[in-house]
């Protein structure tokens, strides 16, 4: 009975909380960059070392442009940081979605599998599909 109930529990466990909420803070042009400015806030309880990201932009479900990578470091519990991501030659104006590409997961002093931070994600537009760089 109990190996059932411990069966059962794994099937149908809650699928991890997001705790790592991305916003977009500001977009610009700088030379022939298009930049975005993202915020990370921390809402779990523990500390997030370093996220490492790039972003994919889309228009509908052309891709349009990849951003340079950067990270976020040092995140405590209820904290926020912000990045800024350049874009080589895309259209600025004209991006819907950015997808967020995870390069590294550090949590405490360990790296992580990448999919542990892109789970951990809360993706609101214009931010989608976010995935984890094998």
Known sequence: MRRALLIWSL????????EYR???VDTGKRDYYCTITVSLTNEGGAQLTELNVFFLNFIGNEQVGRSKGASFMNVSPGASVEATFETPNAPCNDVETYHPIVGACRLGSS????????DRLDLTM???AATALN
């Open 11 to 18: 099937i149908f466990a809650a699928p991890a909380q997001a």
């Open 22 to 24: 991305l916003d977009l």
């Open 126 to 128: 214009p931010f989608k």
């Open 111 to 118: 790296f992580e599998e990448k999919q542990v931070c892109v």
